[in-house]
């Protein structure tokens, strides 16, 4: 495996994780705001699909 691009992988991965925190905790902060569930699963779970394939699993 390319050391850069398990590099860039792991970066990636941190970076998404930090913006999934935070989304969480604004999702506390603000109640009374009603968000598609379903849609916000399949984002976040899109995303980190494609960095685990494009980096990880090298596809």
């Known amino acids: 495996m390319d050391a850069g691009k398990f590099f860039w992988g792991v970066v990636l991965t941190i970076l998404f994780l930090c913006l999934l ?3 969480i905790r604004s999702v506390f902060r ?3 705001v009603k968000y598609n569930w379903l849609g916000v ?5 899109t995303i ?3 960095i685990y394939l494009v980096f990880f699993r090298q596809l």
């Open 41 to 45: 699963l399949l984002s976040f779970s």
């Open 48 to 50: 980190g699909l494609a």
């Open 30 to 32: 603000s109640r009374g």
């Open 21 to 23: 925190v935070a989304f």
